[in-house]
């Protein structure tokens, strides 16, 4: 009974470790089109970043757009794709990039505050509906780490948890009992609090659930026909969350908790 209970346990986290591996963009190429060679690759990025040392910057943006349409993509890559449309004055690109990259690598000062700078300049000023600090807290600290990174974090709790249940079963002394108990709790705790945080992000990652307005101005209707009577204008580089769609129709909600449909064409999904 007590090894079906194990194995139960670790069924739990294998298919998210799996999921989580297979879907990790920096080691799957963004499109299904041929791979570059890496030295033509390599190629590209050293002409890519001469390119924005000239001040070319549309040309080191095309550049490392190629890159990442044939290669495996990486925080560096969209965080440097990011600079060249910042500095092309693509707003919305810009900030598309640096959300993407961010995700990879959340813990890039350089990332955030280059994609802060950028969201000074979008029209739109949302001011986010009050938040429970527990529930600011719990966000903040997920955001610390990528998804497989807190994959693989509970992982090695639950390895932890299952050694610390070995010792209780098999230490001879009382001492070891109480402190593997403790430990196993310990363990077993984190590792469900760091599974939930990986299970949250990857579901965030793969659902696609916030998108990035690119056109220059869109009209959010109350429905999702051209007749629905419209709320409010949204400017490009504005981050919504994507909550339903149909057909051509998205519907989407503000960080304010306004809500409203647009036509999907608008927005590209990060």
């Known amino acids: 009974m007590r ?51 000239e001040g070319r910057f549309r040309q080191s943006m095309e550049l490392y757009e190629a890159v990442a349409a044939h290669c495996g993509v990486s925080a560096q890559l969209y965080y440097n794709l990011g600079n060249a449309c910042y500095k092309s004055g693509e707003i919305a690109p810009a900030i598309l990039y640096y959300e993407r990259a961010l ?19 979008v029209v739109d000023r949302i001011d986010p509906l009050g938040e429970f600090f ?33 010792g209780f079963f098999f230490a001879k002394k009382r001492g070891l009992k109480k402190l593997s108990f ?32 690119f056109a220059p101005t869109v009209t959010v209707k109350s429905s999702p026909d051209q007749s629905g009577t419209e709320l409010f204008l949204l400017h490009e580089g504005t981050k919504v969350r994507l909550r339903s769609r149909l057909g051509s129709w998205s ?13 999907t064409e608008n927005v590209v999904v990060i």
């Open 103 to 121: 995700r990879l690598d959340p813990a890039d000062k350089d990332i955030r505050f280059n994609l802060e700078l950028c969201r000074s300049s």
């Open 182 to 213: 403790t430990v196993g709790v310990i363990s077993i705790v984190f590792a469900i609090f760091t599974l939930l945080y990986a299970r949250q992000l990857y579901h965030r990652d793969t659902d696609g659930e916030e998108a990035i307005v």
């Open 134 to 166: 527990f529930s600011r807290w719990y966000r903040q600290l997920r955001a610390l780490l990528p998804g497989n990174a807190w994959a693989w974090m509970s992982l090695a709790f639950f390895w932890l948890f299952l050694l610390s249940v070995a």
């Open 251 to 263: 519907e989407i909600e503000l960080s304010d908790g306004n809500v409203g449909w647009l036509e």
């Open 3 to 53: 090894r079906l209970y194990i194995l139960f346990l670790m069924s739990l986290w294998l298919p998210l470790l799996a999921a989580q591996n297979a879907s990790d963009p920096a080691e799957v190429p963004a499109s299904q089109e041929p791979a570059l060679a890496a030295d033509a690759a390599d190629s590209m990025l050293v002409r890519a970043a001469a390119a924005y040392g």
